[in-house]
């Protein structure tokens, strides 16, 4: 079985931290921070952790913000800042990786007061592990002084500050406080976007579609009128980042997106899908069959999703849409394609008892249904 993720924030964690800020502040109470932060430890989940860390210093670290920045910033690993953060580990020479989160949080919570030093500790942090929960705070509270920061950290040298620039201000990222001013409205963000489009860096750019993905599920008409502005003679890597970022338009059968990709034009020929078995338990697997046959003359480039229609607690059914397959199928072609599909839980969905229903959807028009019953 897999570590939980939680354990990513353990007892070695609190002694990493205790070692360096001791070292960068000779009067740290290191024997009151740990016996603080391990109190109750083993009984928290993940981000109940980093809170819980976060706590812990701030009842250590000195009141005065500005000295506790400076002794966060002595403790750290020194880098050059262009490091894969996943490799970065804390070691003898300071702190790096995942215990960086609760120094994250611990500015977030005691820097609003003084935002531009806190945002120059953060841009330091941000490049021995990922500053974009933290930084939300001050976008909420200091949005002028935010977004000039954010504009000015698209031209660093660092790909990890640059990515936190389009990170840190997507309105619905994972984990973070969501940002409803830029759900409302996610027009401040957009010259960040413009700013890292073709940035050097892939990991940028990924994160600028998934940015651009997270407006689409509110706004999808900017997403579609972004994507149509910027992809005429786009290079590879740009239009790799904007097709990334079409995805859940794609998926939704949008009609200006899809013809945006070329993948506008009905299925020419017939599809006959099966599913097996009709009755499953939670936990097994629905094994997914399609016969494709074209009927026309040219090349098709086809995209074909299936979305299931899962049962809620009051009995009725909301679909979710999951990625098929990418094809071109050739003039009078026939082609078998297969999948399987696992009704296993995950903590993103709760799965109830009943009849389900899956449909086939070939360039965001569903060609074949089908229904199947899940018991728990």
């Excluded at 990922?130 to 040298?157: C, G, H, K, N, Y």
């Excluded at 859940?248 to 506008?264: C, E, H, N, P, S």
């Excluded at 629905?286 to 098709?300: I, K, N, V």
């Excluded at 599909?341 to 903590?347: G, L, S, V």
């Amino acid at each position: 079985m897999a570590e939980p993720f939680k354990n990513l924030l353990d007892p070695a964690s609190v002694r990493s931290l205790r070692r360096h800020l001791t070292r960068a502040w000779s009067r740290f109470d290191g024997a009151r921070f740990e016996a603080l932060a391990l109190a109750g430890l083993e009984a928290l989940e993940f981000k109940a952790r980093a809170q819980h860390l976060r706590a812990a210093l701030e009842a250590t670290l000195p009141a005065d913000f500005d000295a506790a920045a400076g002794i966060i910033e002595t403790s750290l690993l020194p880098v050059r800042g262009d490091e894969e953060l996943s490799e970065l580990r804390c070691s003898e020479a300071g702190v790096a990786g995942w215990p960086i989160w609760p120094l994250t949080e611990f500015v977030a919570a005691r820097g609003l007061a003084s935002p531009e030093r806190a945002l120059r500790c953060l841009h330091a942090l941000t490049q021995r592990f990922s500053a974009e929960w933290a930084v939300r705070a001050f976008i909420v509270a200091q949005p002028e002084l935010a977004f000039a920061t954010l504009m000015r950290w698209t031209r660093d040298t660092s790909p990890h500050v640059r990515r936190l620039a389009s990170e840190g201000s997507r309105p619905r990222l994972p984990w973070g406080l969501q940002l409803k001013g830029l759900i409302a409205d996610p027009s401040p963000t957009l010259p960040l976007l413009e700013a890292l489009l073709d940035d050097p860096s892939e990991y940028v750019r990924r994160s600028v579609a998934n940015h651009l993905n997270d407006i689409a599920k509110d706004h999808p008409a900017l997403v579609v009128d972004w994507v149509l502005r910027h992809l005429p003679q786009a290079s590879a890597e740009r239009r790799a980042l904007l097709k990334h970022a079409s995805r859940t338009l794609i998926k939704q059968g949008d009609a200006r997106m899809l013809k945006a990709w070329g993948l506008g034009s009905r299925f020419a020929g017939s599809a006959a899908f099966a599913i097996a078995p009709k009755k499953l338990r939670l936990g097994e697997s629905l094994a997914l069959t399609l016969a494709l046959q074209s009927s026309a003359r040219r090349a098709q480039p086809l995209v074909i999703d299936y979305a299931v229609h899962h049962v809620k607690a009051n009995g009725e059914r909301t679909p979710k849409v999951f990625k098929g397959w990418a094809i071109t199928l050739a003039a009078g072609e026939s082609r078998s394609l297969a999948k399987r599909h696992a009704m296993r839980e995950i903590t993103t969905r709760r799965y109830h008892a009943g009849r389900h229903a899956i449909d086939l959807r070939i360039n965001g028009e569903v060609v074949a249904q089908a229904e199947f019953d899940l018991t728990l």
